[in-house]
């Protein structure tokens, strides 16, 4: 789809062939973490699209950049993005198929914030984190209910959210419903990042004994292995060496 609309939009000068190609070629990369080749999609597209009026796309290229960024660790440009995904949000009348990536980008910013705050031991920026962090969490998951190629995301992310602050038995919960949700929808991505979340939590932060359907972290973490193998995803692969 990517090639196509690149090959249109060239062919016919059609600006919204390339807008899409942008949108949808800096979410392909960012999916399979080549994080700078995403960035300098994503920054490509915004010098493109600023000369355009198509400025619900350019708001989620600025929310693309805020993951990218999270990411590869620069918190201070996630940052800078996310007050520019702000500003074309508080200008704009975005529907919800757009608004959803921007509240992808600005929920996990939030949860950096509250790891942050958690790593820190200020308690009361703390409480304050994890109020912000859950609110958003919420509205992920209720905006992916109308983007079902965010939805196992938006589940998992809900329940990285309870380990985070302590509620293992919530946790579980949400990233049941993750993998049921993924497994339904054939996002074996996604469904390999939350396996993988399982594994490293019931392996290392939560009670080595507790099993989530039949399965210790051990075997969720070999499941999630298995799949990044498969599915040539070596940014994974790495997180989990």
């Known amino acids: 789809m990517v090639r196509r609309l690149s090959e249109i939009g060239d062919t016919y000068s059609h600006y919204f062939s390339r807008t899409l190609k942008y949108f949808l070629n800096t979410q392909l990369l960012m999916k399979y973490r080549k994080l700078p080749a995403a960035l300098i999609e994503a920054e490509e597209g915004i010098d493109f699209i600023s ?9 989620v290229l600025h929310s693309f950049k805020v993951m990218i960024f999270l990411y590869l660790r620069d918190y201070e440009n996630a940052e800078k993005s996310l007050e520019e995904a702000n500003k074309i949000r508080s200008e704009t009348n975005v529907v919800s198929s757009y608004l959803c990536h921007y509240q992808m980008g600005f929920t996990h910013f939030e949860l950096y914030r509250l790891k942050t705050a958690i790593a820190d031991g ?13 609110s958003e969490c919420r509205a992920m998951v209720r905006s992916s209910k109308k983007a079902a190629s965010y939805r196992t995301e938006a589940l998992r992310i809900m329940g990285n959210y309870y380990a985070m602050t302590g509620r293992h038995r919530n946790a579980i919960k949400w990233w049941e419903k993750s993998l049921l949700e993924g497994e339904h929808l054939g996002a074996l991505l996604e469904v390999a990042r939350t396996c993988f979340e399982m594994g490293r939590n019931l392996s290392a932060n939560f009670s080595g004994r507790l099993l989530v359907k039949g399965m210790a972290g051990a075997e969720y973490l070999e499941r999630a292995e298995r799949m990044f193998k498969e599915m040539k995803l070596q940014w994974d692969l790495a997180k989990i060496e």
């Open 51 to 59: 000369r355009t009026d198509f400025k619900q796309v350019l708001m």
């Open 122 to 134: 200020n308690r009361g920026k703390i409480t304050l984190c994890r109020k912000q962090a859950l």
